[in-house]
């Protein structure tokens, strides 16, 4: 039985004082709900957020770490460093470390391996560009990100595994898949998923759409059957925004 989660991925936002202030904002005002509930601050913040939500049902994740366990990556973050603080899920893949920071499939899979030997739970994301999309190749693309990234895992791992489809032209742009691209695209995955392993761990792993959802849209989005939650980026850094997401699913 798959999980619903929410997912809040603040990227390079909030300061110490504004990560403290949103916390104990959400955390008062979280609604009732049989979903996860993440939120993923910067890592200079991630020990504190961890800390404040101690009593909380939210759940403070990464935003990314590197596939090495220790050793001379300047800047750089390891599974261990995120377990030590008492963290449980690392986001990877996210479109904006491929675009900006030159993370290939090849440099995922390494590090999706790394975290799943952590015992971490990776939220992987991946999705299409616009010109994919535009010619027709945005299965094709979606196929290839998942195929090279997670299909050398064993099946026995995919338990620890939450997929992130987030269509490149949608993330911060306003622009929204429609819901019934979102299912189209979500039933494509696992039934790419069943194919390669079967169909107990396709119907098992859940499957968050993100790019520009709101408030306005969420409802619309997660009541498709194969959308079991979202990633939420800006509305992600306003708590009511946040809260009524949530309300939403
Ligand atoms: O990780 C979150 C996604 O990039 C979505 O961002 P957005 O909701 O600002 O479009």
Redesign the pocket.
């Given at each position: 039985m798959r999980s619903k989660i929410v997912a809040g991925?603040w990227?390079m936002n909030k300061n110490l004082a504004e990560t403290e202030a949103l916390l104990t904002e959400l955390a008062a005002k979280l609604p009732d709900t049989n979903a996860e509930v993440m939120v993923a601050p910067t890592f200079v913040n991630l020990a504190a957020a961890v800390q404040s939500l101690e009593s909380s049902t939210i759940n403070a994740i990464a935003q990314n770490m590197h596939f090495a366990e220790s050793g001379a990556y300047t800047g750089e973050i390891s599974g261990d460093m995120l377990v030590n603080i008492g963290v449980d899920t690392v986001i990877l893949g996210?479109?904006?470390r491929r675009a900006y920071f030159g993370e290939t499939d090849e440099i995922l899979e390494k590090k999706v391996k790394a975290a799943l030997a952590k015992n971490l739970r990776v939220m992987f994301?991946f999705g299409e560009e616009l010109a994919d999309r535009k010619s027709g190749n945005h299965f094709k693309v979606v196929e290839s990100q998942i195929k090279n990234a997670l299909f050398s895992l064993d099946a026995n791992v995919w338990s620890s595994i939450i997929l992130?489809y987030?269509p490149v032209w949608?993330?911060?742009?306003g622009e929204t898949a429609s819901a019934d691209q979102a299912q189209e695209m979500h039933a494509f995955i696992r039934k790419t998923i069943t194919e390669a392993y079967n169909a107990e761990i396709a119907n098992n792993v859940s499957i968050l759409y993100?790019?520009?959802?709101k408030p306005a849209n969420a409802e619309e989005i997660f009541s498709k059957p194969d959308v079991d939650g979202g990633?939420?980026?800006?509305?992600?850094l306003v708590a009511d925004n946040f809260v009524d997401i949530i309300k939403a699913i």
């Open positions: 991925n990227k996210h479109s904006e994301c992130a987030e949608a993330i911060g742009t993100g790019g520009s959802v990633l939420i980026g800006g509305a992600a």
